[in-house]
């Protein structure tokens, strides 16, 4: 009884950090932390050691900030997560290790980008930086519809944005293969498609709502 109401008294101090971040837009995070350092659920979770938190990527509880406690907690550290949060630190991790990706360039002005893009063929990606629920990736098929994507990025259409990402047009499907690591091993655990574009025949924009589906058909021995 008393550990259901320390747990139902967490939850209910999470609900209370989401209303307040929606309503003063503040970030999210910073709230989170407070409201956890003081909270007689967490106080629990600190004496015991091991807690179990749903960590997302865009949001939430830093694994970074239980790991101060020495709380036992599964999921990506701050380091870790942008591999997701940021498409243009992927980017450099697959150039400095030589990791097959499309060829590609990173922008910090309109300027420069456009430059890039009048030296390039199409159709060309136009890329948001940071997570976009799916949203910030444009297939643009010539230089009038790149320019406007670069342009609605750096006007903060998916928020406040310092970077473009530009890379080349690889056609095909695509299939996300997921493995667990600790750092020093690896289990994995399956395969997964989505639904990249909002109308049949792959036609119109990217967003992250149109489903997904696992396994993949597309998984075989030489993958």
């Known amino acids: ?12 101090s999470l ?13 999210v995070d910073g709230i989170l932390e407070k409201i956890i350092s003081t909270n007689i659920a ?4 600190k004496y015991l050691k091991f807690a ?15 790991e101060k406690f020495r709380i036992k907690v599964f999921g990506p550290n701050k380091l870790a997560s942008q591999l997701e949060g940021s498409k243009i630190f992927t980017k450099k991790i ?7 990706t499309a060829k590609f360039g990173i922008f910090s002005n309109l300027n420069d980008s456009i430059v890039f893009l009048n030296k390039n063929k199409f159709p060309i990606v136009v890329k948001a930086d940071g997570l976009a629920a799916g949203k910030g990736v ?16 750096f006007n903060g259409k998916f928020g406040k944005a310092k970077e473009v990402l530009i890379e080349e047009f690889l056609e095909g499907e ?17 395969t997964a498609q989505d639904h990249k574009r909002v109308f049949d025949g792959d036609k119109g924009p990217n967003t992250g709502g149109m489903g997904a589906y696992s396994p993949s058909g597309l998984i075989n021995k030489n993958l």
Do not use: R
């Open 1 to 12: 009884m008393f550990l259901s109401l320390l747990t139902v008294t967490f939850f209910i």
């Open 15 to 27: 609900l209370v950090c989401f209303i307040v971040s929606y309503l003063f837009s503040k970030p």
């Open 42 to 45: 967490f106080a629990w979770t």
């Open 52 to 66: 179990i938190f749903v960590v997302w990527i865009s949001g939430g509880v830093k694994i970074d900030y239980l």
């Open 94 to 100: 697959c150039e400095k290790y030589n990791i097959p």
């Open 138 to 153: 444009s297939i643009c098929q010539n230089l009038l519809e790149a320019k406007k994507s670069v342009e609605e990025i």
């Open 174 to 190: 695509e299939m996300s293969f997921f493995i667990i690591s600790d750092g020093v091993s690896y289990k994995k655990f399956g």
